[in-house]
């Protein structure tokens, strides 16, 4: 059984910064790659950003500049650090890995956190 656990989330002013986390758990042979979405109200989860395991990392054209995503392969952790915040960056955030089992080397599988509620007050 996989999890991802989010945390880091809540309610921040404009200009503000705030850093989530995503550890997951379980029986993991391998991640290939970490990243984070966003979906706020009435509109489509969105891609914020993802980084691989070498560290190669593909932002939105929408937070760069002001989010950092990194991991710690060590711990299966990924962090993504928010700075100058926007109200219209207000949104749940998922955390999402897509790795590979133990029971099943030859294929990839996508698992999603339960996401983090992020507030960018005006």
């Known amino acids: 059984q996989v999890q991802l656990v989010e945390s880091g989330g809540g309610l921040v002013q404009a200009g503000g910064s705030l850093r989530l986390s995503c550890a997951a758990s379980g029986s993991i042979f391998s991640i290939n790659y970490m990243g984070w979405y966003r979906q706020a109200p009435g509109k489509q989860r969105e891609l914020v950003t993802t980084?691989?395991?070498?560290?190669?990392?593909n932002y939105a054209d929408s937070v760069k500049g002001r989010f950092t995503i990194s991991r710690d392969n060590a711990k299966n952790t990924v962090y993504l650090q928010m700075n100058s915040l926007k109200p219209e960056d207000t949104a749940v955030y998922y955390c999402?890995?897509?790795?590979?089992?133990?029971?099943?080397?030859?294929?990839?599988?996508?698992?999603w956190g339960q996401g983090t509620q992020v507030t960018v007050s005006s």
């Open positions: 999402n890995a897509n790795l590979v089992l133990p029971t099943a080397l030859r294929t990839s599988y996508s698992y």
């Open positions: 980084i691989t395991r070498d560290d190669s990392t």
